[in-house]
């Protein structure tokens, strides 16, 4: 359940009331049991949600938003997306820990609450994304560290980031989860420390006993403008800088969706690891940091692409901080292979999911290797995958009120819920179409732009065209009476036992609760 600001609490009752539709069958979940096993625990799955995909999204890309819109709109702009991502996460998680099947991900609950064409749309969709994801954040690799001018070339970096990538993650789950959990350390006391760096220099405890206070948002201003001049120049800005905040959040919530098939006790430890997300709200703090120490019209923002055009980094050499940027470099350094990695596992397991379900070779049941390319997809990505997450969550609920499954019988529920998936559905939506909305205006026009930002929607809509006249057997839509909300007795015993007996039970009620539900399952036999 959630309290009053929304945040998601277990069901700690020993009641066995969750257990109300989990069929006997060993229905079509069974194949998910191939190939991956659970081997994360609640911390690792804890520390995956805080930071897993947090890289230069945060640390660099977050001064464009600055110089585009100034510290207001950029850290208005993150304050929304942290709650629309926030309703999100708590629609998925309600369905994980509902049918936390292994190797699941947010296309396998596509596949079946909406149709297989939707499942395969969405897996394509990811395994697109990460594609390009994960090579630009071995490209921004090997450019952070020419940051100090080292002698080697930059292939050779990020060939060893690569390799090193892929060893990582054909090694068992449980040490990418070791790895992630130091990695997202690092980031979450580097985050601490600039916020600490940040209320120091507003009151003048820099080298230069300077001041800053909100200096910034006096001059150059709170706000700028974008294209046009006037109140419509300030639209423009705060609508661009919003489409380009995203970056530091997506896929997070699939994250947790593609961990829960994997960890373990998942119906107690994911609502756990989906709690902590709500610290994230050190990420705004982090913007509002940013805010105080560097100006919007810095020309460094803009100057490149590298580390030097970090915020942070800016504002640290305005305030005459000298060898702190070589330290804010190396953390940035490993934020983006952090990233990068997260994204290589995210990619794995939906090739893996589609594998299971038929819809691609039956070799990436164990393996991936795959590059694609264009950047600006991935926004595209983000949105569409969010607009599914919402419309999956919404078949998901309509299921269970057709089938007579009250919200009792709910592992997890969201008050937040229904309401807040319509909100993000209609808002992701319209960020579809405003993805590379200033080509539009005159003397803006790149067809480049147009072409990344806006390929997506007819590529993705297509793909679902496509499978689902390749399978004309199969329904566009699964019929609502029809969607199976079942899991089978070796996904039962997998999932109930390492709740039942782990820990925040007595032993007296892990017992009983052990017996109640073989009871249960044995009257369902009958």
């Not at 659970?38 to 660099?60: P, Q, S």
């Not at 309401?419 to 319209?430: D, G, K, L, N, P």
Request: with cysteine; proline share 4%; glycine share 10%.
């Amino acid at each position: 359940m959630t309290n009053s600001s929304g945040e998601i609490h277990e069901k700690n009752s020993p009641s066995l009331d969750h257990t109300h539709i989990e069929s006997i069958e060993a229905g079509n979940n069974q194949h998910l049991r191939q190939g991956t096993q659970r081997r994360l625990t609640a911390r690792h799955a804890i520390f995956i949600a805080w930071g897993g995909t947090v890289g230069t999204g945060l640390f660099v890309t977050t001064g464009k938003g600055l110089s585009r819109g100034g510290p207001a709109f950029l850290v208005g702009s993150y304050i929304i997306i942290s709650l629309l991502v926030y309703s999100i996460l708590t629609a998925i998680v309600e369905m994980a820990t509902f049918l936390p099947v292994r190797g699941g991900s947010m296309s396998h609950y596509g596949t079946q609450f909406v149709s297989r064409s939707c499942g395969f749309m969405m897996s394509t969709l990811y395994i697109y994304s990460f594609a390009i994801l994960i090579p630009f954040e071995l490209v921004a690799c090997a450019i952070i560290i020419d940051f100090w001018r080292l002698p080697v070339p930059s292939a050779a970096w990020i060939t060893i980031f690569g390799v090193s990538l892929i060893l990582l993650n054909a090694l068992p789950v449980r040490w990418y989860g070791d790895a992630e959990s130091v990695f997202t350390g690092v980031k979450i006391c580097t985050i601490f420390g600039l916020l600490i760096l940040a209320i120091v220099l507003l009151f003048g405890g820099g080298p230069g006993h300077d001041r800053l206070g909100f200096r910034y948002w006096k001059h150059p201003g709170a706000t700028k403008t974008m294209i046009l001049d006037g109140h419509v120049g300030r639209l423009v800005a705060a609508v661009a800088t919003f489409v380009g905040s995203v970056l530091p959040f997506t896929f997070t919530p699939e994250m947790i969706v593609a961990t829960a098939g994997e960890i373990q006790s998942p119906r107690r430890n994911v609502p756990k690891a989906a709690g902590h997300f709500t610290w994230r709200v050190a990420f705004v703090g982090s913007v509002i940091g940013i805010s105080i120490i560097c100006p919007s019209d810095a020309e460094a923002l803009t100057a490149g692409s590298d580390a030097g055009s970090s915020p942070w980094v800016v504002g640290i050499r305005m305030a005459g901080i000298s060898g702190l940027d070589n330290v804010i470099n190396a953390v940035i350094l490993v934020a983006a292979w952090s990233t990068g990695n997260a994204f290589f596992y995210l990619a794995s397991r939906a090739l893996h999911t589609m594998a299971l379900e038929g819809n691609a070779p039956a070799i990436f049941k164990r393996s991936l290797d795959v590059l694609y390319w264009l950047l600006n997809l991935v926004n595209t990505g983000g949105y569409i995958s969010w607009v599914c997450c919402g419309v999956t969550y919404l078949r998901f609920r309509r299921a269970c009120e057709v089938q007579g499954i009250p919200d009792s019988q709910l592992t997890q529920r969201s008050w937040m819920q229904p309401y807040a998936s319509y909100v993000t559905i209609i808002v992701f939506s319209i960020l579809c179409f405003l993805n590379a909305f200033t080509v539009f205006f005159p003397g803006h026009w790149s067809l480049g732009d147009f072409i990344s930002g806006y390929i997506g929607l007819p590529v993705f809509i297509g793909i679902y065209a496509i499978h689902c006249f390749a399978h004309k057997s199969e329904p566009w839509v699964v019929p609502i009476n029809e969607i199976n909300l079942q899991i089978s007795d070796e996904e039962l015993s997998d999932v109930t036992l390492e709740d039942e007996t782990g820990s925040g039970f007595s032993t007296w009620q892990r017992l009983s609760n052990m017996v109640r539900k073989r009871a249960w399952i044995m009257s369902q036999r009958n």
